[in-house]
C-alpha cells in the first residue's frame, strides 16, 4: 500500500484515465490532469477537478432546494386552521427533512466539498447525489428489523445469489463496479478475504456513507420519511446505522474509489474478479461497451460475477434494451465462457415504513475470461461477412483483411489505414472523433462502414 496525499490506494493501481500514464498523488506528470480526493476517498475522473465542481454544484442545489421545501413546511405551519393531528404530522414532516438535509451537506462538507453554484451548470440537468438515499437505508438500516417478505435478511439474501453461482471463489484483487453504498462490497470482503476490495461508484453521497461505516467507522443517523399516507405504518424514523463489525480489521484492504465505469482510473489486466450488482441496466451506456471495459480491466482466467435486473431505463433506446440470452452472447463473443447463472423473483426496496415495494427479476452469473484470446472468425459465409464478434463488439480488433471497396472518401480511406489487426472500432473512433463534424459519432460511422464494406464482399462472394 502507499499513501497518496490524504488517502491510502493500493499500489501501483491507479492510472491516469485520460493518458493512461501513472499518477503521482492527485497530478498526472504527462498530461497535467489534475484530480482531488473526497475526504480519503480517490476521486480520478476524466473530467478532473471539474467533477468536484460539479458536486459542489449539486449540493448548492440541494441546499436551495432544501430550504425552499422547508420554508414551504413552516408556513404551511403559521395556518391557522390546522387541527392537533395534522399539526403534528406537518411538524414531524419538517423535523425529518431538516434532519435529512443537515446529515446529506455534513456528509459533503466533511469530506471537503462546498455548497457553490458553478455557471458551467446553470443551463444543464444535472443529478441528485440523494437519488438513491433510501438504497443506504436497505444497506445498513433495514436489515435490523425481521422482515416478513425474505427468509434472511435482504443483504443476506443478494450475498446468498452471489454465492450460489461463484463456485470456488478465489477473489484475488476485486473490483466491484456501481458499489453505491457498499454493503455488499463489503459482505464479500468479510466472507472471501480477498488481496483487497477496491469499491467503485460515481455517486458522492454513496461513497462518503460507504467510506464513512466501513472505513472511518463512523455511525450515520438518516431519517426515513414518507409524504404519503399509509394506514397502519410508521409516517417516519430516525435510522441509526452502525459500521459493521470488522474483529480482523478487514477494512484495511476494503478501498472506496470516485471513478467513472465508463473511464476506469485502473491498469488493463489489473484485477482478478469484478462483481457488478444492480448495474447493467443503470448506467445509461450500452452494456456491450460495458462488456469491453470488464475484459479490460480483468485478468486473463479471471472472474466477472453479476446480479441484478435488466430495467433499462425509459431514455435507453428499445434496440439496446438486451435480453440475458443477448448479453450472454455478447460475453462469449468477448471471450468469456458463461460457468453458472440462475434468475430469482423477490420484492424489492421493502422497507419497514413502507406498504409499497418493488418486485423483481434478479439475473446473476458467473463467467470466466479465457486465459488466452479466442480466434476471431474469419468470414466465410454471408452470414459470417454481416456478423463478425468485432462489428458486434466494438472493443475487438479489427482483423487484418484486405477490405474491398473504393478508397475515394477521404474518411473511408482514414479508417481502412488504421485497420492493423489490432486496433479495435472503439479505438478507431477514439483517433478519428475530434476531425468529425459536430454531433456526428465516430464510432456509429466506422461501424457503419466496416458493416457496409461486409456487405458488399460478401454479396461478390456469392456472385
Known amino acids: 500500500m502507499t499513501e497518496n496525499n490524504a488517502f491510502i490506494f493500493p499500489q501501483g493501481m491507479l492510472i491516469c484515465p485520460v493518458c493512461a500514464s501513472d499518477i503521482e498523488g492527485m497530478h498526472c506528470p504527462k498530461c497535467h490532469s489534475e484530480f482531488f480526493a473526497l475526504g480519503n476517498i480517490p476521486c480520478v475522473f476524466t473530467a478532473g477537478i471539474q467533477q468536484k465542481k460539479l458536486w459542489q454544484h449539486q449540493m448548492a442545489m440541494m441546499e436551495a432546494q432544501g430550504g425552499e421545501a422547508l420554508a414551504n413546511l413552516e408556513y404551511a405551519l403559521q395556518g391557522y386552521d390546522l387541527s392537533d393531528l395534522t399539526r403534528a404530522r406537518l411538524e414531524q414532516a419538517f423535523e425529518s427533512m431538516e434532519q435529512s438535509l443537515d446529515v446529506i451537506l455534513a456528509q459533503f462538507s466533511g469530506a471537503g466539498l462546498v455548497a457553490q453554484l458553478d455557471p458551467m451548470y446553470d443551463q444543464t440537468t444535472v443529478d441528485n447525489p440523494t437519488e438513491y438515499y433510501h438504497h443506504i437505508l436497505r444497506d445498513w438500516a ?34 466491484v463496479l456501481g458499489a453505491g453504498a457498499g454493503r455488499l462490497s463489503w459482505d464479500l470482503h468479510e466472507k472471501l478475504e480477498p488481496e483487497f476490495t477496491i469499491a467503485s461508484d460515481i455517486n458522492p453521497f ?44 478487514l477494512r484495511e484492504r476494503w478501498f472506496a474509489l470516485g471513478s467513472d465505469v465508463w473511464n476506469m482510473p485502473l491498469r488493463e489486466n489489473s484485477v482478478d474478479t469484478i462483481v457488478t450488482s444492480w448495474l447493467l441496466d443503470v448506467t445509461g451506456g450500452d452494456v456491450k461497451d460495458l462488456i469491453g471495459v470488464i475484459t479490460y480491466l480483468l485478468k486473463p482466467g ?96 479489427v482483423p487484418n483483411i484486405d477490405f474491398q471497396c473504393e478508397r475515394g472518401h477521404e474518411f473511408i480511406a482514414k479508417v481502412l489505414e488504421l485497420v492493423d489487426g489490432e486496433k479495435s472500432i472503439y479505438l478507431m473512433a477514439q483517433l478519428l472523433q475530434p476531425d468529425m463534424p459536430e454531433g456526428v459519432s465516430a464510432k456509429d460511422a466506422v461501424t457503419a462502414l466496416f458493416g457496409q464494406i461486409l456487405e458488399q464482399m460478401a454479396r461478390a462472394a456469392s456472385n
Request: net charge negative; with cysteine.
Open 302 to 397: 479471471g472472474r466477472w460475477i453479476n446480479t441484478g435486473p435488466l430495467l433499462y431505463s425509459r431514455n435507453m433506446s428499445f434496440d439496446k434494451k438486451y435480453s440475458a440470452e443477448e448479453i450472454f452472447d455478447f460475453a462469449q463473443m468477448a471471450g468469456f465462457d458463461l460457468e453458472r447463472q440462475e434468475v430469482d423473483e423477490v420484492e424489492h426496496m421493502v422497507s419497514p415504513l413502507n406498504a409499497r415495494y418493488h418486485y423483481e427479476q434478479i439475473l446473476s452469473f458467473c463467467a470466466q475470461k479465457s486465459l488466452t484470446p479466442k480466434p476471431l472468425p474469419k468470414p466465410g459465409s454471408t452470414s459470417d461477412w454481416l456478423t463478425p464478434p468485432w462489428l458486434v463488439m466494438h472493443h475487438l480488433p
Open 206 to 249: 454513496l461513497l462518503t456513507c460507504a467510506q464513512d461505516l466501513i472505513k472511518e467507522r463512523k455511525a450515520i443517523t438518516l431519517p426515513e420519511l414518507y409524504t404519503y399516507p399509509q394506514i397502519g405504518y410508521p409516517f417516519s424514523k430516525s435510522w441509526t446505522m452502525q459500521p459493521p463489525e470488522d474483529a480482523g480489521n
Open 142 to 175: 433495514w436489515d435490523n428489523e425481521p422482515s416478513k417478505y425474505f427468509e434472511t435478511h435482504a443483504n443476506d439474501a443478494n450475498l446468498k445469489r452471489v454465492m450460489n453461482v461463484w463456485a470456488d471463489p478465489a477473489p484475488g484483487k476485486m473490483l
